[in-house]
């Protein structure tokens, strides 16, 4: 009777070990299932050690630096033939060597629709995208002031390998100031009309690097 008891003992304590173990165990999954997250990288950079900074401008006229998470492009736009859309930018070369830089756009998430037609298509192939820079806020303005100007210089394609800053390498302590278009030509018409219920969308990103002067530029 006494080693059935002891038995009996033995088995309710690795019982209760098992249990707080499985509770232990259960918990930190739950845990790590709804803490664990990964932040969206809208923005890459890209500067070798270099000391650039990025910042955007806001609708108030000042400047908001840029990261991996900052939203650069309107993400309510709605585009539509004839949209445009114009992002202030401002590089800042806050370290002591001189470097080169340049910029595109990445394409960080779609959804693809249905036109009228019957035909899928993705919001992106029907965009235009353009970059141009100048040494001062007011040159800049200038050189975007107006709808024509804007949609004269974005004419290039989303595959943006091809179209970068052509600015003069940024010393120390200088600053660029960048306007980066994008629009959906008049001419698109409906075929990136979508037709209920599919909603397509597009969320860009901007892609920044600097190489030095002299290295390999």
């Known amino acids: 009777m006494t080693i059935k008891k002891s ?10 070990c098992l249990l707080a173990l499985w509770c ?29 900074e990025v910042s955007h401008r806001l609708d108030d006229g000042t400047y908001e630096k840029v990261d991996a998470t900052t939203s650069v492009f309107d ?18 070369n806050t370290g002591t060597v001189p470097f080169n830089y340049k910029m595109a756009v990445s394409t960080v998430d779609y ?20 970059l141009v820079s ?12 107006t709808r ?12 943006l390998s091809t179209y970068t800053t052509a600015s003069a390498p940024l010393g120390a302590g200088e600053t660029d100031y ?15 009309n979508h037709r ?7 969320d860009l990103g901007l892609i920044a690097t600097a190489t030095q002067v002299g290295a390999g530029n």
């Open 148 to 159: 024509v100007k804007a949609e004269n210089i974005a004419t290039m394609d989303i595959p």
């Open 24 to 52: 232990i165990i259960g918990t930190g999954a739950s845990l790590a299932w709804f803490t664990d997250t990964t932040p969206v990288q809208k923005n890459v950079f890209h500067v070798d050690m270099l000391n650039m």
């Open 75 to 92: 993400d309510q736009a709605i585009y539509e033939p004839g949209y445009v859309q114009v992002v202030y930018l401002k590089v800042e």
């Open 196 to 202: 209920n219920p599919s909603l397509p969308y597009v």
């Open 111 to 130: 959804r693809t629709a249905i036109n009228v037609f019957g035909q899928q298509f993705n919001l992106q192939d029907y965009l235009k995208f353009g």
């Open 178 to 192: 960048v306007a980066l278009i994008v629009r959906m030509p008049q001419e698109v018409d409906n075929m990136a």
């Open 134 to 145: 100048a040494r001062t806020e007011a040159e800049l303005e200038a050189l975007v002031d």
């Open 7 to 16: 038995y009996k003992r033995i088995a309710l304590i690795v019982s209760l």
